[in-house]
């Protein structure tokens, strides 16, 4: 019962670094890049820490009064800590094809396997037997899915050592207009 204890401890300790490392990490932005931001026309140091593929957010390096310690921007507000232009690292033209196998968090259980799916070249995919669409924004790194199984999800592409979608939706719960969060991390195989 202790050894359980224990190694389910320790799970929970890596999930939380490995979600931690999802949602701060960014298609667009690498995570912990020092910025500056420009805040009612005074640039002030800060760190990404996410994107949303349009907007950044932020967390400043020291706290100010009447400021928040965190917020989500725009490009236009950013510039290197060299006072250059802000550049967003580029998204791929193409979307890496093959199979993607996913895992989720489920509250009590820990991480658990979410299946797997398989994106074609012809856009398509197919996950569970079923087939359908995808289509893939490079400018934003955001895919879409229609027809099948998937029809109505999205998923948001982060490129990294082994290409990783973050499939988007609400994972049970009602959210705000607008609002979404990954809810499962998909690897490439």
């Known amino acids: 019962m202790l050894l359980s204890r224990r190694v ?3 799970g929970a300790l890596v999930f939380c670094g490995l979600m931690a490392s999802v949602l701060a990490s960014s298609p667009q932005a690498d995570p912990g890049k ?3 931001v420009n805040s009612e026309g005074i640039n002030y140091r800060a760190r990404l820490i996410g994107t949303d593929g ?3 957010h932020v967390r400043y390096d020291e706290h100010r009064e009447g400021r928040p310690d965190e917020e989500w921007v725009g490009v ?3 510039k ?3 006072y250059r232009p802000f550049k967003p690292a580029a998204m ?7 199979r993607y196998a996913c895992s989720m968090f489920v509250t009590g259980t820990g991480l658990v396997n979410n299946g797997e799916f398989t994106l074609a070249a012809d856009g398509s995919y197919e996950r569970g037997g079923t087939h359908g669409p995808y289509t893939y924004a490079s400018e934003t790194g955001r895919v879409t899915f229609s027809g099948g199984v998937m029809d109505g999800r999205a998923a948001q592409f982060e ?3 082994l290409a990783t979608l973050h499939l988007i939706g609400n994972a049970g719960r009602v959210l705000a207009a607008g609002e979404e969060r990954f809810v499962a991390s998909c690897d490439r195989k």
């Open 8 to 10: 389910l401890l320790a």
């Open 34 to 36: 020092p910025v500056m």
């Open 54 to 56: 349009k907007r950044y």
């Open 76 to 78: 236009e507000r950013l």
């Open 80 to 82: 290197g800590v060299d």
């Open 92 to 98: 791929p033209a193409t979307l890496p094809i093959g």
């Open 159 to 161: 490129a990294r050592a």
